[in-house]
Structure formats: C-alpha cells, structure tokens
C-alpha cells in the first residue's frame, strides 16, 4: 500500500481493484483446496460477503487509514508505539492480523500493589490472582498503566530542535506487575460487536447452573460515547464494549492521536504535561482527530470477515468429540449469532452529528468464534495481577479459538507457539481439562490437536 500523504489520490484505484479482486473471490469461493484454507493471503483480511459498493468502498478507505503512517504533524505521539494501526496488526503480511512478534508490536501494562495495604503485606503470589481495582496502583501520574515505548523527538530527530526533546517513558522502578499483551487479531470482531448483551448474559446464567465450579463472570463496561453499560467482549480482560471503545483506546495509547473520546495525551512528565515546543509542533489541533479517522477505523474492522474454518478430516471430528468430552466447548462455546438488525456509524458522518448504515449481510448471522466471552481464573501462573473493569488478577476472557490455526503467539503474553503447551498451562477452572488432556493416549491427544489446528 502506498503511504501517500493524499489518501484521495489513492482510492479511486484502490477501490477499482479491489472490486475486481472480490469478484475473483467471489467466483472461487466454493473452489478453495486444503492448501488455499491454510493460506493466511488467500482467507484472511477481506471484508465480509454481501457488502454493496458504498459499503466497500467505505471499507477500502478505512483500510487505507488502517495502514497508514501517521506523523508527529498529525497527531502521532508524542509518546507512541506504532506509527499505524497495521503496524501491530498484521504487518508486514495480512491487514488485521496479530502482532508479528511478541516484542514491538506488544503493549507492556503496569501496577503495584497499594503500599500499606493489606494485600501489599503478604507474598505476591498468595494475592496475584485476586487482585482488585482498589488494590491495585496504576501509576496515573508517571504515564501508567501502559507503556508507551517511543517518543517522536526520538523517531524524528530531524525535525526538533536539540533543546526541544521528550524522554521516553520508563517503567517505574517499584512496578512489581508486569504484564506483556501480545497483539491480537481483528477477523470477525465486527460479529462478536453485534452479539446482543442478552445473550452474554443468558451465557453466564447457563455456566452458573451447569457447572457453577467452571461458570465464567460477566465484565460490563461504560460506552465511550452513549455514556451506558454493555457486556465487556474485547481486550484481554473484556475490558472494551465494542469496536469504538477498543479503538479509541488504541489509537490513544498505541498512536497517540487523541480523540473527542479520549483526548488525554499521554506524556512521561509526572504532571502529564509535554514540552509548549512539542505541543505547538501538533499542526491539527486537540483533539488531533475530530471523528473521521475513528469512525473510519471502527468500521473497517467491523467489516472484516472472520477466518474461515480449514480442512476437516476423520482426525479432526474425532478432536471435536474429545474437545467437548474434556468440557474445553463448555467455555470455549462454538457458536454465536448476531442481533436482528446491525447499524454501524458511518465514515461520512457530518460530526459531530453520527449518521447510521445498515448492514444486512451481518444481521441474523450465525458464527463460531469457540469462545463463551465470559472471564475465567486461570490460575497463579497466568496471573498478571492487573485488574481491568470488573475482571481480578487472575481472570481472563475466554479466547476466541476462530483462526487458531494461523496463530504464531499463544496465551495473553505470548509465551508459547506450541498449542500442547498452552493446553497444559491452563490453571484454576482450566485446571481439570489440562489434567484430562494430559491422561489422554497419544492417538486421542492428536485428534484432539487436530481438530484445534483446523480452526
């Protein structure tokens, strides 16, 4: 994609060939092989079927902001970790991808616990998985809870002064927690967006009667925008309502672009100020983005296609039946279906006013993200011991296993590539089906393998 700074120029061709190359999709759509399903290239990071070409194009050019790179004159930073939306999701192969390595393109949260408290008295470890928001201290002051890893005097010395300089922010000395957040992928977040909160809720009822001791908990979060509470279904701890919110937050603590929905800018002055000479280099003002480039994004990935199901066998229907033996689909849940009728904002809006589209190929649509968006105690050894909404320590989203076939990094900090490991890590209310996976003979591990690497 060519980064020009006239995203206009671009588009009509963008646009044209991007019609050409759907209805290639299209027309092959039933001719896919084995190998075409394992292709990232060939399945991941189109927009869903059925758009009409208002909405495509739309798409295209949300597709466009998504990667391009921003610059200090713009509103990057000034401190920041990417210069685009891609470049955490997908870069350099497919857009909405996961992070390409589980260093810089990951995010680094920190915390203490509140000195004096009673839980800041006894060994970590004893407390790491219980862990609330009112025991925790997120370093608000000194640039917490999320470290920015980059400045743009230091990306761009070319274009300030020696005397006019920001320092990169640094991790408080005292930050015993620590939490490494590996960059997830984006394909059919737009479904799981429009999943009523009802559902949510019935979901986290029905655990509670079948299986009390595996039941999930509920995360409900405020709107940005509406100011109301929803069922949390983003972010690691579902700490994020929906695709605005998550974007919001992303493109204010990964790019630095503030928005009339966070416009807190981000400093590593314990008085969250940044340099008059750093501020005065900001050409377009506070908030840096008016609405068009937040309402561009949210809707481009809401439209991206989930990843589609791959080759299935002998091997992997007899994974699936071991799958829901060991109760893994009891929190893992297959399927989920959209609400009856999906509006997302529209790019063209005349904001601050909001204009709505309808988007029928998304309504009543059954989906199978395998996940119950329910958060789980997974034990002592996945704790971070950072709270967020109403999530503990220790508890985390249930992960959609949708595409966990092109999955490089596994678990929430990315510690593993192997599926075997991250299987025998689940701890807490995982705890039981790692213990039966690992009785398992070698012949039903394998199915059971198989059947998670045809997802």
Same mark, same amino acid.
């Given at each position: ?16 060939? @991007? ?18 399903? $394992? ?13 009409? @070409?208002?909405?495509? $194009? ?46 810089? %393109? ?46 743009? %005097? ?108 966070? $416009?807190?800018?981000? @400093? ?29 994004? %949210? ?13 299935? $066998? ?56 395998? %996940? ?84």
């Amino acid at each position: 994609m060519n980064h020009s700074p006239s995203l206009k120029l671009n588009l009509p061709v963008l646009f044209s060939l @991007s019609v050409v190359m759907l209805s290639g999709c299209a027309a092959n759509k039933h001719q896919l092989t084995d190998a075409d399903l $394992n292709d990232p290239a060939k399945v991941l990071g189109k927009p869903i079927d059925g758009l009409n @070409s208002s909405q495509l $194009n739309k798409y295209w050019q949300g597709e466009a902001l998504f990667k391009k790179e921003f610059t200090p004159e713009e509103g990057l930073g000034p401190l920041f970790n990417g210069k685009s939306c891609f470049e955490c999701h997908g870069q350099p192969l497919v857009v909405g991808g996961e992070g390409r390595d589980n260093s810089s %393109t990951s995010i680094m949260n920190y915390a203490r616990r509140v000195p004096g408290s009673e839980k800041a008295k006894k060994p970590l470890k004893e407390v790491i998985q219980g862990l609330r928001k009112i025991d925790v201290d997120f370093f608000l002051t000194q640039g917490g809870p999320s470290l920015q890893k980059r400045t743009i %005097t230091t990306e761009f010395p070319a274009k300030f002064p020696f005397e006019c300089q920001i320092d990169a922010e640094r991790m408080p000395i005292d930050a015993e927690l620590q939490s490494n957040r590996h960059s997830p992928p984006l394909f059919g977040d737009g479904l799981i967006d429009q999943i009523p909160d009802g559902l949510i809720a019935q979901q986290a009822l029905e655990e509670r009667a079948t299986n009390p001791a595996l039941a999930g908990t509920p995360i409900s979060a405020v709107d940005r925008y509406f100011e109301s509470a929803r069922a949390g279904r983003f972010g690691w701890k579902n700490q994020h309502v929906n695709m605005f919110n998550f974007t919001t937050g992303a493109l204010n603590i990964e790019v630095g672009l503030t928005t009339y929905a966070n $416009n807190t800018e981000n @400093s590593s002055d314990p008085l969250g100020d940044n340099p008059t000479c750093i501020r005065a280099f900001n050409k377009v003002g506070n908030p840096n983005d008016k609405g068009k480039i937040l309402l561009a994004l %949210t809707y481009f990935q809401s439209l991206l296609a989930p990843p589609p199901r791959g080759p299935i $066998n002998d091997q992997v229907k007899a994974g699936e039946k071991i799958f829901e033996k060991l109760d893994c689909a009891f929190c893992h849940r297959p399927t989920w279906k959209t609400g009856p009728k999906v509006m997302l904002p529209d790019p063209d809006s005349p904001l601050p006013l909001i204009n709505y589209i309808e988007i029928k190929p998304m309504e009543n649509v059954e989906f199978h993200p395998y %996940t119950d968006f329910l958060v789980h105690d997974m034990g002592p050894e996945l704790a971070d011991g950072i709270p967020q909404e109403g999530a503990r320590g220790g508890e985390w989203r249930t992960v959609p296993l949708w595409g966990l076939r092109f999955k490089k990094f596994l678990l929430h900090d990315g510690r593993t590539r192997d599926i075997h490991e991250a299987i025998l890590m689940h701890g807490g209310q995982g705890e039981d089906s790692a213990k039966r996976y690992q009785e398992l003979n070698s012949k039903d591990k394998e199915a059971l393998l198989a059947f998670l690497k045809s997802l």
